[in-house]
């Protein structure tokens, strides 16, 4: 009797395709020097062809396995140089709370007034980040989960599309510099610092669930990483090639969240996606505006990190474009950590007041 196939090879055959367009749009975007060209290439290629019908397949465990990759790059940019940061960081973090609640705000706000969504869906579809926990949360609400899905989708391409534009024109930041060096492709780490690296996924994707952190296979391998660099028992990186494949796969994973979404029913839906998307894009421009005012706080960094939502995607562009990745995702794991402690509270309250 043959053997049979392990349950997830099946799975990966049938993504291989999706992969191959994602790879194929990378690098076109690689070769015209495009900013983020694993990233924007691969979500570019697969979300037109899923806008134009094609039945794309999801990464599934494919992402999984991309976030703690994720994860284990992001702890590396923790180093002990970081304290004396502290508290430009905690004037920062409690900034971005702020920002957060106006975003918010808004986001309900329009969702409403604008869109004419009910007071479930414009809750849930207007929570600026924590897009897979706000998503399970909806399952048990009267939210409309199809428009707090797309709302979302939209949202992240929006803001990836913005990047490249709204730092070059902020001038801070020089995105020629992020892609690496041609000879640089076929580096590797040595074996005991690849065996430091392995052991922080394991170990972190682990604790994330174990703690019940949100997005425990992004955050749970970030803070075990993050505490080996910290101590200095390893300085080790991930290879280029790791990152851009993590980029593209990334990069697909928004691009195919659009398949079986046809613009001829669903037009108005996405246009108030765009628009809001380009509203708390506005907020989150402005906020981190003010706190680099303030404090001198990086604005490229300010920007990322106050961005709403997104946190593998936002935290991979700063990784990637060498934008304090350590600043960027501390705020993005406390934003991500409120919303989802309040988000009973802020729907109960919301239902009594329409009551």
Known sequence: MPLALPSALPALLRFLPTLALGLAGGAAAFTV??????????????????????RLRSPGRGRQGVLVVIGVMLGAAFTPELSGDLGLWGLSLAAM???????MLFSVWFSRRIAG???DTALYAGVPGGVSAVTGMALSSDADLRVVGITHAVRILVLLVAIPPVLDGIGHVSLSAATPDPGR?????????AAWLAGAGVLGAWLGRRLRLPNALLFGPALVSSALHLTGLTHAALPPTLIALAQAII?????VR???????????????????ALGLLAIAILAAWAIHAATGV??????????????PELSLVALSLGIDPAFVTAHHLLRITVLILLMPVLLGACRRLSA
């Open 97 to 103: 709370l702020g920002a957060t609640a106006v975003m």
């Open 251 to 255: 990069g697909v994973s928004v691009g």
């Open 258 to 276: 659009f398949t079986g979404t046809a613009l001829s029913t669903l037009g108005h839906t996405l246009a108030m996606a765009a628009l809001q």
């Open 33 to 54: 020097d495009l900013p983020l060209p694993w990233l924007l290439g691969a979500m570019l290629a697969t979300t037109l062809a899923s806008l134009s019908g094609a």
């Open 185 to 193: 492709w076929l580096w590797l780490p040595g074996p005991v610092d």
């Open 298 to 311: 990086s604005l490229p960094a300010a920007l990322l990190a106050y961005m709403p939502g997104g946190a």
């Open 117 to 119: 969504h009910s007071l």
